[in-house]
């Protein structure tokens, strides 16, 4: 294993713990008739480390660790292996295709078995079929048409499995083919990428950093990948899990070897295997929970469980030419009302028209008392209270971190 150390508090997050308390005093009433301005900063929800934050750390001369330091406060650099399962959502349909390669085999889950693929036969795709956990999947491959194939002659037993002497594989989508390290799996009707932690944050940097940035901000987000998978992983409910994260925002995008390049691939090297810990509760000497989003605005957010997830002023965005620093959005009146009544009535309630926006609650930190928590819509039956996460993602705002105005 490598040296361990811990990643101390810094004077510059203690020092910003000091912030407002929370704004509870209702702000007045904002018309939706006509064009109702938002204006706001930060883009994303705001908690851990700001993409923009670590490029401006960075440009400033601070290391991967400092910057890891400032955002997840009190975890410790460690070490992981093993690997990760991807769900890839873009192969929507009914089965899984790889491309013929010098190679090829396929592993029967329940054997334990591996059939080399015959490169001899003309195959042009290989197929499994099958919407199980561990049985009744069929391979096949292609040549003027779809061919049954028995790997050994017998049919398979659990899952299959395809891999290469190469450890890259291509496979066939609808929207085109895309190539992955690692092996390729079909469980519970999804095509699943299996690799090592490593081979997947290669998929990832690439997908969420520019590789032009300074590399102490990629190897910032290498570790931070590296350890969101390693939580997912372990928050998971079982061994039995057909995956542990997909590849789109829901978790962390993934790329798969496509999108890697040299720089972002280099960070990734230079940091290999080293993720964050938290011995303390809840995670108990786990893999934290390192969410990150391109910019916080200026302040980041707390987190409901982590005591390392902690709202602070971050200077150092303005040094990384951030354009979502300071954003304006002036969606129509009938924008407005469609998507937010149509809000309403997903929770449950028919407000009618929409006339007004309130908003209710603030986090306290940062201009016009913060990201809002809570903001009230106002029609002509009824009103209704909520999150400003659901106006947020209802009306595609960057942020909560806003001020409205008619």
């Known amino acids: 294993m490598r040296s361990r150390f811990t990643l101390v508090l810094t004077l510059l997050v203690s020092t910003t713990f000091l912030g ?34 670590a490029r401006g750390r960075a440009i400033k001369a601070w290391k991967a660790s400092s910057i890891l330091n400032f955002y997840y406060p009190g975890t410790t650099l460690s070490n992981a292996s093993g690997d990760i399962r991807i769900w890839l959502k873009g192969d929507i349909d009914s089965d899984t295709i790889v491309l013929p390669k010098a190679g090829l085999s396929i592993t029967d ?29 069929k391979l096949s491959y292609s040549k003027n048409g779809w061919h049954s194939y028995l790997p050994g002659g017998h049919s398979l037993s659990g899952y299959g499995e395809f891999r290469t002497s190469a450890y890259t594989i291509t496979v066939k989508m609808p929207g085109g083919n895309k190539s992955y390290r690692g092996a390729i799996q079909r469980r519970n009707g999804h095509t699943i990428n299996r690799t090592s932690f490593d081979s997947y944050v290669k998929g990832v940097v690439a997908a969420e950093m520019p590789p032009t940035w300074p590399m102490e901000a990629l190897k910032s987000q290498a570790i931070a990948a590296r350890t969101f998978g390693a939580y997912s992983k372990a928050t998971s409910s079982g061994p039995s899990d057909t995956w542990n994260v997909d590849d789109t925002t829901n978790y962390q995008v993934y790329g798969g070897l496509a999108a890697e390049t040299s720089r972002t ?16 509760a809840p995670d108990n000497g786990g893999p934290a929970y390192t969410q990150f989003s391109s910019s916080n605005g200026g302040w980041t957010v707390a987190g409901d469980t982590k005591p390392y997830l902690v709202a602070a002023q971050d200077t150092y965005e303005q040094y990384g030419s951030n354009p979502y620093a300071n954003w304006t959005y002036a969606p129509s009146q009938s924008t407005l009302q469609t998507k937010l009544e149509a809000l ?10 929409l006339k007004y926006l309130q908003v209710v609650d603030r986090d306290g930190h940062g201009e016009w008392g913060g990201r809002v928590l809570d903001i009230r819509l106002i029609g002509t039956k009824a009103s209704i209270v909520v999150g400003g996460s659901d106006l947020r993602f209802a009306i595609g705002l960057r942020s909560t971190w806003f001020q409205l105005a008619p």
């Open 109 to 137: 889950s329940a054997t334990g078995k591996t059939y080399k693929l015959p490169t001899t036969i003309g195959a042009t795709s290989w197929r499994l079929t099958g919407s199980g956990a561990s049985s009744g999947f």
């Open 20 to 53: 407002a308390a929370p704004a509870h005093a209702d702000e007045p009433k904002v018309s939706v008739y006509g064009t109702t301005t938002f204006t706001g900063h930060g883009f994303g929800h705001g908690r851990g480390m700001s993409q923009y934050g």
């Open 265 to 280: 691939n280099q960070a990734v090297v230079g940091t290999a295997g080293k993720i964050l810990t938290y011995a303390g």
């Open 344 to 353: 309403a009535s997903d929770k449950g309630t028919d407000i009618g028209t």
